[in-house]
């Protein structure tokens, strides 16, 4: 049998990109993965599919798991012959209780590895500018537990010692205790007006910073209603430049932003809103459903070698009919000398990801657009043209090509589906205002949408509702819903600029 091995991998501070480029390759290799609180979902997305995910809430109260449980997992699956990744939040090592869990392995005669991680107050300083340690006022930083273990006899820190320590102090686990630790603090001598700053959910489009003397940090957090996780920040330190804080300037910045597509389609999209600072929230509106088992397309599929050009309208369109070749077991082999055409450098891209480079592809996004420009690309009179498309594509493309000679074959390899997603969530926060933008980038999601909510109630609301282009506006007026923004360019980008010059101007 397969001899068993753990990774204790730190998964950074929570934004999922800021793990180890090994922490990645690791995940990509675990057979079981246990993760906590802490660790961002999202980097589930490294781990593959077959694994077995085991999620331990490691929280005090019900439903919760021990570290005892836990340890007895990781045992189990290890001695079982599986590559388990434990994945904490941060760094494995600071406030992670990895002896604990080192202990049980060696005593079970299990290999390991730590793969370190960000830890959150190194996070809470690069994603603020508060910086711990600056040559003119802190030579030296002290990380230490708002918690101590339950059950210990006594304390571990000398209230007298860090009262006087004359650095930067970061406290853990803080928030229970800030009160009595900003007392314990004054009444052993430090300075009442000792800059302070508690910053929460670091890294993340919803981070909190918070500024205020020692002695009035608890009640401005209670003010504001700050929540953990965080991380307080006492010292010199805290009062640093403001300046240097370019993650709370970015463009979209704490912007709760709807995104409405098929669920590999949000996940595109959501990358592009944490890069702009916003918050991106998922409400699936459409299913891709292959329609890769028609005769039709097994028909098609049998000859395409004979078709002189094949044209690709959508990533969606690529992936459908790549992963039916694979289940078929056949591979791009199949397309022969036939030319390849891709409407966008989204679709090209996606071919690309399948080994395929296309042989044109115009820079527009209709389909109109597309028939006339492979019209002037190349004399299509006589020529056998497939289009692979959504069941739900107009018939223009086809009727232009057939009008310049060609002979078309158009075939449905995907429709979307109504997803029916759970809209409680997003019904009361609209209803709160606390959503800032609805984002359509099709008809079918407008229709996804608008099937489970009511046009009037976001008329009604803070909400704006921002479309990719015209079509997908037209839908949205045709439904009597007001349209703040229309892409000026017809792409994801362009929807997230448009949102962006609205967001200026108001
Ligand atoms: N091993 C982790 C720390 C675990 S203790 C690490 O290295 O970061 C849990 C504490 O970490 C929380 O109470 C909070 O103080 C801090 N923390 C973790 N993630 C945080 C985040 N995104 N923002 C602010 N504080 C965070």
């Not at 290999?111 to 500018?129: H, K, L, Q, R």
């Not at 022969?336 to 071919?351: C, H, P, S, V, Y």
């Amino acid at each position: 049998m397969k001899k068993g091995f753990v990774y204790l991998v730190g998964a950074g501070p929570g934004r999922a990109d800021l793990i180890t480029v090994r922490g990645a390759e690791v995940l990509k290799a675990a057979d079981c993965m246990i993760y906590d609180k802490l660790a961002n979902p999202a980097l589930l997305q490294f781990v593959s599919k077959d694994a077995e995910i085991i999620h331990v809430p490691k929280r005090i109260g019900e439903g919760s798991c021990t570290q005892d449980e836990i340890n007895k997992v990781l045992v189990e699956k290890a001695l079982a012959g599986k590559t388990v990744v434990r994945l904490k939040g941060g760094d494995p090592c600071i406030f992670g209780r990895v002896a604990e869990e080192l202990a049980v392995l060696i005593e079970a005669g299990v290999d390991f590895e730590i793969v370190p991680g960000v830890t959150a107050a190194v996070a809470v300083s690069s994603y603020t500018g508060i910086m711990l340690t600056d040559r003119e006022y802190s030579s030296q930083v002290t990380f230490v537990t708002g918690r101590e273990a339950e059950g210990k006899e006594g304390t571990n820190i000398d209230w007298d010692v860090l009262a006087r320590f004359p650095g930067t102090i970061v406290f853990y686990m803080g928030m229970g205790t800030l009160e009595s630790t900003a007392r314990s603090l004054i009444d052993n001598g430090k300075p009442a007006d000792t800059p302070a700053a508690v910053i929460a959910n670091a890294t993340f489009p919803s981070q909190r910073v918070v500024r205020a003397p020692l002695e009035r940090i608890n009640e401005t957090c209670e003010q504001q209603k700050i929540k953990p996780p965080a991380i307080v920040v006492i010292g010199a330190a805290a009062a640093s430049d403001t300046r240097f804080d370019w993650f709370t300037k970015r463009p979209l910045f704490g912007r709760s932003i709807v995104m409405t597509r098929d669920a590999a389609g949000n996940a595109d999209f959501a990358a592009k809103i944490i890069q702009r600072g916003g918050n991106p929230l998922e409400f699936e509106t459409i299913r891709i459903k292959p329609l890769t088992d028609s005769n039709d397309f097994l028909r098609v599929l049998a000859k395409i070698s004979q078709y002189d050009w094949v044209v690709f309208t959508s990533g969606n369109g690529v992936t459908t009919f790549f992963d039916a070749l694979e289940k078929l077991g056949k591979d791009a082999r199949v397309f022969a000398f036939a030319k390849i055409a891709a409407i966008g450098d989204k679709t090209a891209d996606r071919l690309g990801e399948f080994g395929i480079k296309a042989d044109f592809v115009p820079g527009v996004f209709t389909s109109r657009e597309l028939g006339k420009q492979l019209i002037g690309f190349t004399n299509l009179q006589n020529k056998k043209i497939l289009l692979l498309r959504s069941q739900l594509a107009s018939n223009e493309l086809v009727e232009t090509l057939a009008g310049a000679g060609a002979e078309v074959d158009n075939v449905a390899v995907y429709t979307a589906i109504s997803a029916n997603s759970e809209s409680g969530w997003l019904a009361d926060g609209i209803s709160k205002g606390t959503i800032d933008w609805l984002t359509f980038a099709s008809p079918s999601s407008v229709d996804g949408f608008f099937e489970q909510f009511d046009s009037k109630a976001v008329n009604s609301s803070n909400a704006k509702v921002a479309s990719i282009g015209p079509v997908t506006s037209e839908r949205l007026k045709g439904l009597d819903v007001k349209v703040d923004v229309t892409a000026r360019e017809h792409t994801l980008d362009g929807l997230l600029d448009s949102i962006e010059e609205q967001e200026n101007k108001s």
